[in-house]
């Protein structure tokens, strides 16, 4: 009789509980869940989920445990995250405990590794509430939860739909360190001589401001007064430049001209010295003539219309105070299309007129060169034999023949060259490794910087580029170490390279601080952004000096965050005009939402 009243007893007690779990669950939709943010985002290439639960007040049963397992759906499967278990006042053990007078609230975060096609999945959750004294602490997966303790799953709850990967737009190349280049093309220039022209003229003025800051006119004289000291040279070189701006075919037909003028001057001089040679040796009137001819024949005299000196353009650059001078660097090393690389350094604002001050008047000119040696070669025969031959050219030569090439692919390649025949030089090395990274062979990149840094260990360049293969392998603090050490050893790429670290990481408000000062740049436009400095970001990537692709996808999403259609749609169609990956990109892209049925944004993303 005793047993027959216990049975009842504790069916009664069961009954209680089931019936407390059955009220839970058909109130269940008193529970709000709220993702932060929403949809969640990327960091760092992992999905990071984090959402807030908040419980009604008289809710939560005393003797209950509900099992919280969080499910990230993709199309390549089902993910369950780690688990939290929510429990009533009475229940004993761990889990984070839910008053049935007040209700509660409990944030859960976990994250994945993001894969490709993530983009569209989807946070789910089952919660499954279960009769219990002591929570389950050993459950891991819900099926444990249903078959250990006889839980009821509760109503499946849409926690994030849409994975935001915009955190991985952190362009992480950042400033990779080519070692000096030590070719010098004056080497067997005993002497020279620079006669400067007007912008886009070629007439000989020696009253021009510049004739007159340099005595253009007394540079002559000194080459007049060499040959008759020295004797006559073994050549004698003329080269015609222009400054890089205006039409290209103009530019190459004002060199041309510069370069008659100085011919002619140059063997004016010449004349005049074989003339006073013949007279300090006495020769007969009547043979001045054939001994001046004689001797003229011995001089190789040479001229080259060389066009727009990029060349020269960019070693004063990099010497200048300039504040932009690394962008207009990677401005001329990255933009192949001569027109558009004029126009973007015309849209420098404040600093293209100091470019017309400080730089332009010295590049337009022509130079007269004495060889006394064998002279150098000119940058097209480098740049052919580096192709053809490079085995003929010296270290030095092939060193600067892959520094004045702007493709990187072939770079690389006179790198790689330079590596197998000089393999006891760190530059080359360390030259191939920063190129091979800027390109994405991250493991091409490891193998050459190993051997720099087995040559050369302390070397700023080599331990920059270290820092950068570090963070590209997500190892930040090895990546720290290189850099600081970097700066240590005088690594100004390295200052520049810091920020990266933080942007990675997520720390966006770090990130603008080490950044402060930067203007017209690429990462600061995606720092402010993620600040929630949107309307900022804009006017910073508009500055920007490459107006790239990346550039104009970075824009459209900071116009769709702020609901500005037209703009949004405008650069998005650039951006996947110029790149094509970005269609399948911004097809996927939640922020990007809000217009993915629209006509305009599907014939945008269409692909053909």
Not at 579 to 586: H, I
Request: glycine share 6%.
């Amino acid at each position: 009789m005793k047993r027959s009243i216990f049975t009842l007893v504790l069916a009664a007690l069961m009954l209680t509980g089931c019936g407390g779990i059955s009220k839970m669950k058909s109130g269940s939709s008193k529970i709000r869940y709220q993702a932060t943010p929403n949809p969640c985002e990327t960091r760092d290439n992992k999905v990071v989920v984090k959402f807030v639960g908040s419980i009604p007040e008289k809710y939560f049963q005393k003797g209950v445990c509900m099992f919280v397992q969080p499910v990230f759906s993709w199309e390549g499967g089902d993910i369950p995250l780690e688990p939290i278990t929510l429990k009533g006042e009475n229940v004993n053990g761990e889990g984070i405990t839910i008053s049935y007078s007040n209700g509660g609230r409990y944030t859960y975060t976990d994250e994945l590794d993001f894969k490709d096609g993530m983009e569209k999945g989807r946070v789910t959750l089952t919660p499954i509430c279960y009769k219990a004294s002591t929570s389950d602490d050993e459950a891991k997966f819900a099926e444990d939860v249903i078959r250990n303790d006889r839980g009821v799953k509760f109503p499946t709850v849409l926690i994030s739909d849409g994975v935001n990967n915009t955190s991985a737009m952190v362009d992480i190349r950042g400033n990779i360190s080519i070692s000096p280049i030590n070719y010098n093309k004056t080497q067997g220039v005993y002497q020279s001589a620079d006669i400067y022209f007007p912008n886009g003229q070629s007439n000989l003025d020696w009253n021009f401001k510049m004739n007159r800051v340099h005595d253009s006119k007394a540079q002559l004289e000194d080459l007049k007064r060499i040959m008759l000291e020295e004797g006559l040279p073994k050549q004698i070189s003329v080269t015609g430049w222009a400054s890089p701006e205006g039409e290209e075919s103009n530019n190459v037909g004002v060199s041309k001209n510069r370069t008659d003028v100085a011919t002619s001057q140059i063997k004016r001089v010449l004349d005049e010295v074989l003339t006073t040679m013949a007279r300090r040796a006495k020769v007969p009137a009547h043979e001045v003539d054939y001994y001046k001819y004689e001797l003229e024949k011995k001089v190789i005299i040479t001229s080259r219309a060389a066009g727009e000196d990029w060349v020269h353009f960019v070693l004063m650059v990099e010497e200048s105070d300039l504040q932009d001078k690394h962008a207009i660097i990677n401005i001329v090393e990255t933009q192949q299309n001569l027109k558009k690389r004029e126009q973007m350094i015309k849209n420098l604002g404040e600093t293209y007129p100091l470019l017309n001050n400080q730089i332009f008047p010295d590049l337009r000119r022509a130079q007269i060169n004495l060889y006394y040696s064998e002279a150098r070669k000119t940058d097209p025969e480098l740049a052919k034999q580096a192709t053809l031959n490079p085995a003929k050219l010296t270290f030095d030569e092939l060193m600067y023949a892959a520094y004045i090439n702007y493709n990187y692919e072939t770079k690389l390649k006179y790198y790689k060259w330079a590596t197998e025949n000089h393999s006891q030089e760190w530059a080359a090395w360390n030259n191939a490794g920063a190129v091979s990274f800027y390109l994405g062979d991250y493991a091409e990149a490891e193998r050459y910087l190993n051997v720099a840094r087995e040559i050369n260990p302390h070397n700023p360049d080599v331990l920059n580029n270290f820092g950068l293969l570090c963070l590209a392998k997500k190892d930040y603090t090895l990546a720290k170490y290189y850099f600081e050490e970097a700066i240590k050893q005088g690594s100004t790429d390295a200052e520049r390279n810091l920020p990266l670290l933080n942007m990675k990481r997520g720390d966006y408000a770090a990130a603008k601080k080490q950044l402060k000062g930067t203007t017209c740049s690429y990462n600061f436009a995606f720092v402010q952004m993620m600040n929630d400095e949107t309307s900022a970001a804009i006017r910073t990537l508009d500055c920007c000096l490459d107006q790239n692709a990346d550039v104009n996808y970075l824009r459209a999403i900071c116009y769709a965050r702020l609901g500005d259609r037209t703009s949004c749609l405008r650069n998005l169609k650039t951006s996947t005009d110029e790149n094509y990956d970005y269609k399948e990109k911004a097809a996927v892209d939640v922020e990007f939402r809000a217009y993915w049925d629209d006509d305009e944004f599907k014939q945008i993303v269409k692909l053909y």
